[in-house]
């Protein structure tokens, strides 16, 4: 390799994607098992129908909090995206979206509980919806915003000469050029939101999702069975992830082509 | 000027929507139920005592600074390698690579905390692949699982995406014809870094910090599960009232968790505009 980056830059991200590699590793060595010792450890390799009904109710509880939660994560980022656009406005709310960033997870599950308790909400679905949704709004904020930059500002003018209105404009010039960003966006924070134990914890009743039920599996008995279950979670992760990234990452470079021909 | 407004106006709602949890913690801290004898009085009496039995809670001042400190430590050990990454991709590679590269580093932070936190736990410990790749070449290392250094080290990994993505923002905004035309005219590859980056480097640094420090401050995940318990973290001081079913005080740590992390924010955030301030003087 003539390129004298090229090994410090695989040496790091080596370094990055340590924890996922040796925990992909050891899914499919299946030993998982016998490394990690917290509570206790349970050699039963096969599941029983109970736990088999609670992993398939998990999974049908994780998607029907990741899709609604995902979807709306990504209509309201764009919305923040086009009534932030005035550069004052888009300062002032980049700094402000990064409050669910910066708060602490376990703070914001209880939070998130007490505002449960004042609305008066049982526990269950809507109310970890809710909790994703804030979550997950400045991720795909940034998404959106990643792609807004590309739509050049002579499209807006041009649109209102023409007598458009504000809703005309978002309808016909900003909602096709953000198409892309907005599917990208829903896949990364179903991604986040398949993966996210810790408020959905303290969230949910009876009906737990994926994330929280591996998450209590992997506390009380450990066995290959549970890394297997895990190890399939997060590759599930990965995968809208890595789509996302592509779809973003070709229209970022189409978005550069068509402005070097302008 | 009516549009800019307008959208200030929206930006004010979007805080008042934000900080909805908050005022629902403040009012469940603050709230009527439970047994504790100190509930007479009103709104104010209630929350201020609630907020002294979660401080008297046990250890608050020990959680607050190993977390500062495990904040300081990571957030800022955490820059070295993220600005070499990001430095790497700027100079190694061609935009449509670069881009590329750029996701893939960036890849694990969108992956389940929880579950590379449990996967660090099984690389750190006894006949682990960290202790097994050691041996091999000769080197006996102890398990650094249930260890402080091991949950540093963890803590350092986890905030690197995030510095990473900061870097690589600010490094994007040199121009590549500036790159190659520094190249052209003789500049070394540390001349490059020195005269390109390192301006950028320093403007991007306490940004990238801030956003390490808060991830490591709020986090507790990684010294419950690769540090077995150690050290006592603010995440975990939290948690512990929640888990007792006391709501009330589970919500006033919370609150007073959230506050202190804000007024944090803050400080960082005027430290930051007061030097920027200084330096446009100058």
């Known amino acids: 390799m003539k390129n004298p980056y090229f090994w410090l830059m695989a040496i790091l991200l080596v370094v990055l994607w340590f924890p996922t590699l040796c925990f992909i590793e050891n899914v499919v060595a299946g030993k998982g098992m016998a490394l990690i010792k917290i509570e206790g450890t349970s050699d039963n390799s096969q599941a029983t129908t109970g736990e088999k009904e609670k992993i398939k109710s998990a999974i049908g509880c994780s998607l029907l909090v990741g899709v609604p939660a995902a979807l709306l994560a990504s209509v309201i980022g764009l919305c923040c995206v086009y009534i932030l656009r005035k550069p004052k406005a888009a300062n002032l709310g980049g700094v402000i979206l990064l409050i669910p960033l910066m708060t602490p997870p376990r703070a914001m599950g209880i939070a998130f509980a007490s505002l449960r308790n ?145 | 000027m009516k549009g800019g407004r307008t959208s200030l106006l ?23 139920e439970g047994t504790t004898a100190q509930l007479a009085g009103g709104f104010w009496d209630r929350l201020l005592n609630r907020f002294s039995e979660a401080i008297q809670g046990g250890q608050t001042l020990e959680a607050v600074l190993t977390s500062l400190i495990l904040g300081i430590l990571c957030g800022g050990a955490a820059l070295v390698p993220a600005a070499l990454l990001a430095a790497c991709l700027k100079l190694g590679f061609k935009r449509k690579r670069r881009a590329m590269l750029f996701w893939i580093a960036i890849a694990p932070l969108f992956a389940s905390y929880h579950l590379k936190t449990y996967a660090m736990r099984m690389f750190f410990a006894q006949g682990g692949p960290l202790q097994m790749a050691c041996q091999s070449i000769g080197f006996s290392v102890k398990p650094l699982v249930d260890t402080q250094f091991g949950v540093c080290l963890y803590l350092v990994l986890a905030a690197m995406p995030f510095a990473t993505v900061i870097f690589f923002i600010l490094f994007e905004g040199i121009a590549d014809q500036t790159v190659l035309a520094a190249r052209n005219l003789g500049a070394g590859e540390l001349r490059l870094i020195k005269q390109l980056l390192m301006p950028v480097f320093r403007k991007a640094l306490f940004t990238a910090f801030c956003f390490g420090f808060f991830f490591v401050f709020g986090d507790s995940l990684a010294a419950e599960v690769v540090g077995g318990g150690q050290p006592y973290v603010i995440g975990m001081w939290t948690k512990k009232f929640y888990e007792r079913a006391n709501i009330e005080t589970g919500a006033a740590a919370a609150l007073l968790q959230m506050l202190f992390t804000a007024a944090l924010l803050m400080l960082m955030g005027w430290l930051l505009t007061k030097t920027t301030r200084d330096k446009e003087q100058q």
């Not at chain 1, 679905?125 to 979550?135: Q, S």
């Not at chain 1, 994330?211 to 992997?218: E, K, L, S, T």
Request: charge should be positive.
């Open chain 1, 118 to 262: 004042c609305a008066r909400l049982d526990p269950g679905l809507i109310p970890i919806i809710m909790a994703h949704v804030y979550l997950f709004l400045p991720i795909a904020y940034y998404l959106h915003l990643l792609r807004f930059k590309d739509l050049s500002a002579s499209r807006f003018e041009c649109a209102q000469n023409l007598g458009a209105r504000r809703w005309q404009i978002f309808r016909h010039v900003v909602l096709p050029h953000q198409r892309i960003a907005f599917f990208a966006a829903f896949l990364m924070c179903l991604a986040f939101s398949w993966g996210e134990p810790i408020i959905a914890n303290s969230l949910a009743g009876t009906n737990s999702t994926f994330a929280v039920v591996i998450m209590q599996m992997m506390r009380s008995a450990l066995s290959n069975r549970v890394y297997t279950a895990a190890g399939m979670s997060f590759l599930a992760t990965l995968v809208p992830v890595i789509v996302g990234a592509f779809i973003l990452w070709n229209a970022t470079n189409l978005a550069r082509k068509e402005k070097q021909y302008e």
């Open chain 2, 10 to 32: 929206y930006v004010w709602i979007l805080l008042g929507i934000l900080m909805l949890p908050v005022a629902a913690a403040l009012i469940i801290s603050a709230g009527a």
